[in-house]
């Protein structure tokens, strides 16, 4: 008889999303290893960075490669939504929490950073920071601005992430991705579209991973880069919890300035808080909700409009449901 995983469910959840999601998860259970951990009404809060959020109806962490095929074939097979999270920033969970399931690529197999001469093959799962150290560690130079993004490579990847002039794809040489059938492509980045924090092909794709293109350096200049890097961030971001930008750049002025002009710096909806260190940075200034959140958002974009003829558009990807749709 197949050993399938235990799937854990909360005790006071009593609804029709909660026999569903018993349901899901243990059809998903028959299909995978019992080293894939499978839970129902998995709290999201902690694992954003900006700590709101419902819970996931059902939360999958794959083992490997072929258990997170199997799950997204059972999803696409049995139209089942599903949601990949990688660290949890740049995104916002509403209240209600995300129906369907919510794929983790947490497990080791998909953090390994593995150095190729003068490339890195890194899995989607491995931290950015862990990256720019490791490119460090062997004298290589191109990826230091890594090592302030708060994510994991494949979070990078889907948003082309960037930071201190740099950007995603502009270290990436190829990525791998695996499509809503199971199989896996690898690509070069010069056949991969891509725009300001927004890769699209990966909105409908996971990415397993990407081969980082570097280039020698001495140990010393890397790391001064590094540090001057890290000075800079810690100087003007704050050190609350955030999902990082909250909006993106719009063409005629950075976000975070105009909303510094706006007077709106330690403006407020309940615990949710635009950072006095930077403008485009909302905290958690302690039990805020992702409801304060949106509300503060709503206002800066509504001000924005009426006084200065902008429209902000947001860099952090808002999921989930209100609690009364949930």
């Given at each position: 008889m197949q050993h399938v995983p235990a799937?854990?469910?909360?005790?006071?959840?009593?609804?029709?999303s909660m026999q569903n999601a018993e349901t899901i998860a243990?059809?998903?259970?028959?299909?995978?290893?019992?080293?894939?951990?499978?839970?129902?009404?998995?709290?999201?809060?902690?694992?954003?960075?900006?700590?709101?959020g419902g819970p996931a109806d059902v939360f999958v962490e794959p083992s490997s490669e072929a258990d997170l095929a199997s799950a997204i074939k059972y999803c696409s097979a049995n139209g089942v939504a599903h949601l990949t999270l990688g660290r949890g920033s740049n995104?916002?969970?509403?209240?209600?929490?995300?129906?369907?399931?919510?794929?983790?690529l947490a497990n080791e197999c998909f953090s390994h950073i593995q150095v190729d001469g003068q490339r890195l093959r890194c899995g989607a799962g491995a931290r950015l920071k862990n990256v720019a150290v490791e490119a460090r560690r062997n004298n290589l130079s191109g990826v230091e601005f890594l090592e302030g993004i708060p994510?994991?490579?494949g979070g990078a990847l889907r948003m082309n992430a960037g930071a201190m002039g740099g950007e995603t794809f502009g270290a990436?040489?190829?990525?791998?991705?695996?499509?809503?059938?199971?199989?896996?492509?690898?690509?070069?980045?010069?056949?991969?579209?891509?725009?300001?924090?927004?890769?699209?092909?990966?909105?409908?794709?996971?990415?397993?991973?990407?081969?980082?293109?570097?280039?020698?350096?001495?140990?010393?200049?890397?790391?001064?880069?590094m540090s001057q890097f890290n000075t800079k961030r810690w100087e003007s971001q704050p050190a609350k919890p955030s999902a990082g930008c909250t909006f993106k750049n719009p063409p005629t002025i950075p976000a975070g300035r105009l909303i510094e002009e706006?007077?709106?710096?330690?403006?407020?909806v309940g615990d949710a808080m635009v950072s006095f260190e930077h403008g485009n940075f909302i905290v958690n200034d302690g039990k805020a909700s992702a409801r304060d959140v949106l509300e503060l958002i709503g206002l800066i974009q509504r001000k924005a409009r009426a006084e200065r003829g902008v429209e902000l558009n947001t860099e952090v990807e808002i999921v989930g449901e209100d609690p009364g749709d949930a």
């Open positions: 799937v854990i469910c909360a005790d006071n959840i009593l609804s029709s243990a059809e998903l259970a028959a299909r995978v290893s019992d080293t894939t951990v499978i839970r129902c009404h998995e709290p999201l809060a902690r694992r954003t960075t900006l700590r709101v995104l916002l969970v509403r209240d209600g929490g995300i129906r369907g399931v919510v794929i983790s994510g994991s490579v990436v040489e190829s990525i791998r991705v695996m499509d809503i059938a199971g199989r896996v492509h690898e690509l070069p980045a010069g056949q991969i579209i891509v725009e300001y924090r927004c890769c699209p092909l990966l909105m409908d794709r996971i990415a397993l991973g990407a081969v980082f293109k570097c280039a020698p350096a001495p140990r010393e200049d890397i790391e001064r880069r706006l007077g709106l710096k330690g403006k407020r």
